[in-house]
């Protein structure tokens, strides 16, 4: 195995060999050349060097996807500091237990958190920062106060002659296995673990990116930032990876909507799209289907000698929609439906899905669309091995077990955690139920704590209903959950295109029950529903967009 350079040298030369290159662009806003980025790195080390923080201390973020976001993460790294990404989504009670839990010294704030948070119940915090300008919204220290105030004065005697290259230098890690960042965990339990996550991580996860898309990204690539930067799926591959390729970063800096994404796409035509199942499936729903599920079209597909030119002239449609110029699109974080993969499948579009885990940071199996198997998440990734916990991987499923360089050091402050999540042997628990083919491609089963089990001792995979539920009529998603032995699906119906349609709320209820009827006749015994309950909102969901189910049980 190659020796593990230290991740922070690898910075310093991305921003040297780039200076004049644009870096990171708010969309609509202003942009930052790596050249701007170093010195408003340099500025946030002298603000840190002089109010006292040193080298190992915490410091969280808070805030939506932004240039200066980038920044403050880049500058805590690059200093030897601790980096505590925290959700923006997060509510101010989580955000106070993250922050005190960490220890963290400094919090960085977006504009949207900094109005709802109270500093008095982060009692250790030195100080509040905001992120648009790096001003304080709360000092606490006479040193932190006068380092801001006086900080373009102790920078312009720092550097008399103007900042250059050559003034770039940053702390470089020596040992692999110091923690780089602790993550917090949504998750759809309910309970937040700090992930200690070490700088070989980091550097395992960008040197899968450079492996497999190395050869198809290059210096001055545009590409979009539309998942959460303090979820590491986001963090990793839409930020660290293209970053340090060189790639010019757009953030949306508001909350992503089809509408938004979709203009994006098009302004920006990204090289490369990372992207959770929701986004990819609400475009194709909502943009794609209604234009091929008219009579004349459903009879093209049909023909087998125009079938072809057909489907290639929706791929080029689909292809359109998100922005043109893409080498693949890499769906991950959530099960994808399986009536979209097939279509995407059937027009020959380039998509695979991967798989990993905040523990990971995060990547555990990936192919390249060429040799995806559909259905699948791919094959373990470069520095990574996985294997089943089943005594027939190919066919009876088992827990999925991760071990290499990408698995965590384990929770922080939390031993129990993490012996019940890593083994004595460095595997990784998941907690996922998967099956893994002779080829090595691995099929994703549901989550252990989700599965359910039938009154004669089946096991229920309740995802497995939900992929097909929610290609029924009239339904955006469901849930299926256990009542006294009994499975009821919670739907949460298109009341939009109900509305358009005239249709009562009892005409709804009627198609959800031919929807159960249909659905009951396709599945085994143990695994039919007892009935259909309507939900008016959509299900809350996790930033990577899982569904809380734990709300619901």
């Not at 504009?111 to 500093?119: F, H, K, S, W, Y």
């Not at 790096?134 to 002659?161: C, Q, V, W």
């Not at 965590?408 to 004595?424: F, H, I, R, S, V």
């Not at 990784?428 to 090595?440: A, C, K, N, Q, V």
């Amino acid at each position: 195995m190659e020796k593990i350079p230290s991740f922070n040298a690898i910075i310093e030369k991305c921003i040297i060999d780039n200076w004049d290159y644009d870096a990171l662009t708010d969309f609509k806003g202003a942009t930052l050349q790596f050249h701007d980025v170093a010195r408003k790195i340099e500025k946030l080390h002298i603000m840190f060097e002089n109010s006292g923080i040193e080298r190992g201390d915490k410091i969280a973020l808070c805030g939506r996807n932004s240039a200066n976001w980038a920044v403050a993460f880049l500058a805590t790294l690059t200093y030897g500091a601790i980096a505590v990404p925290i959700l923006h989504e997060f509510t101010p009670d989580q955000i106070y237990n993250i922050v005190n839990h960490s220890e963290s010294k400094l919090l960085f704030v977006g504009d949207v958190v900094a109005p709802t948070i109270d500093p008095q119940q982060m009692p250790d915090l030195e100080g509040i920062i905001n992120i648009p300008d790096y001003s304080l919204m709360i000092s606490r220290t006479d040193k932190l106060t006068y380092a801001r105030e006086h900080l373009n004065e102790i920078f312009g005697h720092k550097y008399p002659k103007y900042f250059r290259k050559e003034h770039v230098h940053y702390y470089h890690e020596t040992d692999c296995n110091e923690l780089a960042l602790i993550n917090y965990t949504s998750g759809t339990t309910g309970f937040s673990k700090g992930v200690m996550l070490p700088y070989r991580a980091i550097w395992s996860n960008y040197k899968f990116g450079q492996t497999v898309l190395g050869h198809k990204l290059k210096r001055g690539d545009n590409v979009i930032s539309i998942l959460p930067m303090a979820h590491m799926y986001g963090m990793s591959f839409e930020f660290i990876f293209e970053f340090l390729t060189g790639c010019h970063v757009f953030y949306l800096t508001r909350v992503p909507s089809p509408a938004i994404i979709a203009q994006a796409f098009a302004e920006v035509k990204p090289a490369i799209i990372i992207a959770v199942p929701l986004v990819i499936e609400k475009i194709i729903r909502k943009k794609v289907f209604p234009k091929i599920q008219n009579h004349r079209m459903q009879l093209l597909l049909k023909m087998p000698i125009i079938n072809k030119k057909v489907q290639q002239k929706i791929c080029e449609q689909v292809v359109k929609a998100f922005g043109g110029n893409f080498y693949e699109i890499i769906i991950g974080g959530a099960a994808f439906n399986q009536e979209i993969e097939k279509f995407l499948k059937l027009i020959d579009f380039p998509y695979t899905v991967g798989y990993g885990a905040t523990e990971c940071a995060p990547i555990i199996t990936y192919s390249d669309y060429q040799t995806f198997v559909p259905g699948s998440c791919g094959r373990a990734v470069i520095n990574m091995e996985v294997k089943i916990d089943s005594p027939d991987p190919e066919n009876i499923p088992g827990e999925i077990l991760a071990r290499g360089l990408n698995v965590m050091l384990g929770y922080y402050k939390n031993e129990e955690a993490t012996a019940k999540t890593l083994d004595k042997d460095g595997w990784y628990h998941t907690g996922d139920l998967g099956t893994m083919d002779s080829e090595g491609n691995v099929f994703i089963k549901g989550r252990s704590k989700n599965m359910l089990l039938s009154s004669n001792g089946q096991n229920i995979y309740p995802e497995e209903i939900e992929d097909k539920l929610n290609s029924m009529a009239m339904v955006i998603e469901s849930i299926v959950v256990q009542r006294d032995s009994k499975l009821v699906g919670l739907v949460f119906p298109d009341f939009e295109e109900a509305k358009k349609l005239n249709m009562t709320k009892e005409e709804l209820k009627d198609i959800m029950e031919q929807n159960r009827q249909e659905l009951n006749n396709i599945m085994p015994v143990y695994s039919k529903l007892t009935d259909i309950e309507i939900y008016d909102e959509e299900f809350e969901k996790t930033p990577k967009k899982s569904i809380k189910r734990y709300l619901y049980k």
